[in-house]
């Protein structure tokens, strides 16, 4: 792997150039608050999907997780795609098909279409958000660009889930749960005519295509996050669980040794030998199960407890939403001048505090006076996080291996929702087995030995960001300064217009 130098400060880029980065910077983060919000849209809107296409009470989880184990599974091969193909034909080819699940989700007319529309909208995400990283990591010529372009998915990726609860709750209430999906079809038309004007085209990675990796990483993925939802649903000790977990462990076992020997793998081995990605997986794991358990729990103690509307509950995670977009904007400042991991250890250390306060949650809470604060808490840790872990997460790897990276940082995090929501909604049915009083009791019982779950798992992450992550003088002489990509100037990159650089000499291999 060739090394960078510590980054330099390059010149401010001229007006031109970064007038169209940043309508670049439009355009991809749009489409990433798109993908990310389409994992919550549908929440709101279960019931009446239930009505309408007649699913049954076992079944309707799937209109969620059908999404999810998708977008978790396939996102190693969406990574290498954007690599091998280009980043540019991987965006648009991505947004397609995720607009064409759309439209026919949309159109759909019983639980099996609408089922298979999810997948083929989880797939096309698992294209698009890799792809959006990478460039990102490479389309942004200056520390400064890449910084706020960073601040910027960062704030999209944490108010996303958020986001998606307050638009679902107001397309169900006003218009029909058919518009959860429909909305995004003229998005995604618009993105695709916007894409060749203002990305660039990008070198694409010469080789083959890693067909055995492709397959043993995504069915692996795909039957380990199966696995542990259908054990929160049918238990730990039905034959299906047992089976998804064996074929994932013989699956993913053949993933290593294929990837091992393989001249160009779908995810080069060397991206785990950087301790600071691997505390940034384990952190990533974390942060996307606390979210989506916090996400879980309030949605139905909002709902069944208070008493809110769909509307209402999706408007009630505002402030949450709002915390987290204007904390990146501020580390977006402040990270050049304080590295990465001061926030990273600091932003874990709330999310854990406000976990920590939740599950305090009683029959008795009250939204302004019980629930409002932790979850601004939680904004305010988690606006703190999401941009450093996403800069180290891509920081420090080749200019080929960018797309394999992007990839493998979202599918650890996806992996931690599903996941860890299965664990603590395991935790929620093993705490409610036995619990006596109304329907409200039962719930916070449950609900707050979920958020004790939850913060334990981040008191984990946090112990591996304190012992994995190093600090940024560190990072420095080692190459891996803020932005700045290893092996940079080695490889074809893009300059601000869109077209590519001519590669530097490298040092032979």
């Given amino acids: 792997m060739a090394v960078s130098t510590p980054a330099v400060a390059a010149p401010a880029s001229p007006p031109r150039l970064a007038h169209r980065t940043g309508l670049m910077l439009v355009v991809i983060a749009i489409a990433q608050l798109m993908v990310i919000l389409d994992a919550t849209i549908v929440n709101v809107a279960l019931p009446s999907m239930q009505t309408s296409l007649g699913f049954s009470t076992e079944n309707l989880s799937w209109v969620v997780n059908a999404y999810t184990l998708a977008f978790g599974g396939l996102l190693l091969l969406g990574g290498r795609v954007g690599d091998l193909l280009g980043r540019r034909p991987a965006f648009i080819g991505g947004i397609l098909l995720f607009t064409l699940g759309s439209l026919l989700g949309g159109l759909a007319q019983n639980s099996g279409w609408l089922l298979g529309m999810r997948v083929v909208q989880g797939a096309g995400a698992a294209i698009v958000v890799p792809t959006v990283l990478s460039l990102i990591a490479t389309g942004f010529p200056t520390e400064r660009e890449r910084n706020r372009a960073f601040a910027v998915f960062a704030g999209v990726s944490g108010a996303g889930g958020a986001i998606g609860l307050v638009a679902g709750g107001l397309l169900t209430e006003w218009v029909s749960w058919r518009w959860v999906l429909l909305v995004n079809v003229p998005i995604g038309v618009a993105l695709c005519l916007a894409a060749p004007l203002f990305i660039g085209k990008s070198p694409r990675s010469e080789g083959r295509f890693d067909i055995g990796g492709a397959i043993t990483s995504t069915g692996g993925v795909a039957l380990l996050v199966y696995g542990f939802i259908h ?10 669980t047992i089976g998804s977990f064996v074929g994932a462990v013989v699956l993913l076992a ?11 793998p779908i995810i080069p081995l060397r991206l785990f030998a950087s301790r600071n990605r691997s505390g940034i997986y384990a952190l990533g794991v974390a942060m996307m199960g606390s979210l989506i358990g916090m996400f879980f729990f309030l949605t139905l103690f909002f709902q069944n407890v208070l008493a809110y509307s769909p509307l209402k509950t999706g408007l009630a995670f505002l402030p ?8 990146s904007g501020v580390m977006m400042q402040l990270i050049p001048k304080i590295g990465q991991r001061l926030p990273l250890v600091a932003g874990t250390v709330l999310i854990t505090a406000a976990l920590l306060w939740l599950s305090a949650i009683s029959a008795d809470s009250a939204y302004l006076s019980d629930l409002l604060g932790p979850m601004l808490l939680y904004g305010f840790g988690a606006g703190m996080v999401f941009m450093p872990m996403t800069m180290v997460g891509v920081s420090g790897v080749e200019m080929r291996d960018t797309g394999a990276a992007s990839g493998l940082l979202n599918a650890t995090q996806q992996m931690g929702g599903s996941l ?3 664990v603590i909604i395991t935790v929620y049915g093993a705490a409610t087995s036995d619990a006596t009083g109304d329907a409200a009791h039962v719930l916070a019982k449950g609900a707050s030995a979920g958020f004790l779950v ?20 560190e990072d420095a002489a080692a190459g891996m300064m803020p932005g700045a990509d290893a092996g940079a100037e080695a490889e074809p990159g893009l ?15």
């Fill in 454 to 473: 939850a913060a334990a798992i981040t008191i984990v992450a946090l112990a591996c960001v304190v012992l994995l992550v190093r600090p940024v003088a």
């Fill in 495 to 509: 300059t601000a217009d869109g077209s590519a650089s001519a590669p530097s000499a490298e040092k032979p291999k």
């Fill in 320 to 327: 949450l939403s709002v915390s987290i977009i204007i904390v």
């Fill in 231 to 240: 054990a929160s649903e049918s238990g730990w000790r039905e034959a299906t």
């Fill in 254 to 264: 053949a993933f290593v040794m294929i990837e091992s020997r393989t001249s160009q």
């Fill in 420 to 422: 860890s929501l299965a």
